[in-house]
Nanobody, 124 residues
Framework: QVQLVESGGGSVQAGGSLRLSCAAS????????IGWFRQRPGKEREIVAA????????SYADSALGRFTISRDAAKNTVVLQMTNLKPEDTGNYSC?????????????????WGQGTQVTVSS
């Protein structure tokens, strides 16, 4: 069983930065993508960024391009989302998820394991 635990959420003012971490653990698990997702108030869950395990390829939603960076620490099975120049519309619950099979990084329904999420609040 794979477990994902997020950390690093909090409250910042617009223009500020936050670093979210997703630690994956379990017995003999493998993954194809680990992604960061968010659910903003009144909105559906959406992908923010994802990273592919075998080559480190990164994929970003348009809203994240140029402001957010996803990276991984393979030794620690941790995926980090560095968020800069945060805006009030980035406020939401951020969660990470793991996808075990090939396909599109943006196919939310294909992610099989999810963390509990961490709240990000950006004030104007």
């Amino acid at each position: 069983q794979v477990q994902l635990v997020e950390s690093g959420g909090g409250s910042v003012q617009a223009g500020g930065s936050l670093r979210l971490s997703c630690a994956a653990s379990g017995d003999s698990f493998t993954w194809y993508y680990i992604g960061w997702f968010r659910q903003r108030p009144g909105k559906e869950r959406e992908i923010v960024a994802a990273i592919r395990e075998y080559d480190g390829r990164k994929s970003y939603a348009d809203s994240a391009l140029g402001r957010f960076t996803i990276s991984r620490d393979a030794a620690k099975n941790t995926v980090v989302l560095q968020m800069t120049n945060l805006k009030p519309e980035d406020t939401g619950n951020y969660s990470c998820a793991l996808r075990e099979d090939q396909g599109s990084a943006f196919a939310i329904g294909s992610y099989s394991h999810w963390g509990q999420g961490t709240q990000v609040t950006v004030s104007s």
